[in-house]
């Protein structure tokens, strides 16, 4: 997994947490600490700072679209309520200084490096909040560097419960994976993908139309997900996001 050289430290306990219930074991990357990717399995790219705009390009909106979300159901919301200040807590106490004003041009160049080299590779992907953004950079994508006229009639959320509604398409890897075509995710992002890139397909968008997952059309697991599953242990559906993760791994023909 991939993260900052300071703070950044709550995704990557939970992230680590949530690969050791998946079956495998993360390792961190970071700009001092990089790593050959020919001696990993997988590749997560995590949250934190924005990504540098000189990597894309800006376009106007994609049209809007209604969508449709289901319910929670009552004990796994009463689950997130008693996570929900532990969670919130943990991002206070260690995620200090993750997220730079000027950003950060070593984190970009690493990630974008490591995600050329997976893809090249055919390794398992997963994107998370800026990775899934990355991702799609890097694959010849843009992103909205401002949301604040999407968000006009519903503000932005800016949250780690999981209160944001999506819609997910039917036919895509991620909705086998989560097992649903509509829940309910949380929120820490103020970038999102504008234009698509080549070989990607938007699987995720909540109601106003932002989008929230991208996924490869061709590759078995290259999954970018604009929310954070590593801060909903509580969530099945979340955590089979890294179950996937790591059965892919597993099964990959250089494991093996």
């Known amino acids: 997994m991939t993260g900052p050289d300071k703070g950044g430290l709550a995704a990557w306990w939970f992230t680590r947490l949530a690969v050791w219930r998946a079956g495998g074991r993360a390792v961190r990357i970071t700009p001092k600490r990089p790593r050959d990717l020919s001696r990993l399995d997988g590749l997560i790219i995590g949250g934190g700072a924005d990504v540098d705009p000189t990597l894309?390009?800006?376009?106007?909106?994609?049209?809007?679209?209604?969508?449709?979300?289901?319910?929670?159901?009552?004990?796994?919301w009463l689950l997130s309520?008693?996570?929900?200040?532990?969670?919130?807590?943990?991002?206070?106490?260690?995620?200090?200084?993750?997220?730079?004003?000027?950003?950060?041009?070593?984190?970009?160049?690493?990630?974008?490096?490591?995600?050329?080299e997976a893809l090249q590779r055919s390794l398992p992907v997963l994107g998370i909040c800026r990775g899934a953004q990355l991702l799609?950079?890097?694959?010849?994508?843009?992103?909205?560097?401002?949301?604040?006229?999407?968000?006009?009639?519903?503000?932005?959320?800016?949250?780690?419960?999981?209160?944001?509604?999506?819609?997910?398409?039917?036919?895509s890897r991620l909705a086998r994976l989560l097992g649903c075509t509509g829940c309910?995710?949380?929120?820490?992002?103020?970038?999102?993908?504008?234009?698509?890139?080549?070989?990607?397909?938007?699987?995720?968008?909540?109601?106003?139309?932002?989008?929230?997952?991208?996924?490869?059309?061709?590759?078995?697991?290259?999954?970018?997900?604009?929310?954070?599953p590593e801060y909903l242990p509580q969530r099945r559906d979340q955590q089979a996001l890294f179950r996937e993760l790591v059965r892919q791994a597993r099964e990959h023909p250089a494991v093996r």
Request: contains cysteine; hydrophobic residues 40%; negative net charge.
């Open 56 to 76: 894309y390009g800006e376009t106007d909106d994609e049209p809007l679209e209604s969508l449709k979300t289901q319910e929670r159901s009552l004990h796994r």
């Open 184 to 228: 309910r995710v949380n929120s820490l992002h103020s970038h999102a993908v504008n234009a698509l890139a080549p070989g990607m397909r938007v699987v995720a968008r909540e109601p106003n139309g932002v989008v929230q997952a991208i996924e490869h059309c061709e590759l078995p697991f290259a999954i970018g997900v604009q929310w954070h």
């Open 136 to 171: 799609n950079v890097v694959a010849g994508g843009t992103l909205h560097r401002d949301l604040d006229d999407v968000y006009v009639e519903a503000p932005q959320l800016t949250t780690v419960w999981p209160a944001k509604r999506i819609q997910i398409e039917p036919d």
């Open 81 to 116: 309520l008693l996570l929900f200040p532990l969670i919130y807590l943990a991002r206070r106490l260690l995620s200090t200084m993750a997220n730079p004003p000027g950003g950060d041009p070593d984190r970009d160049a690493l990630e974008s490096a490591l995600i050329r």
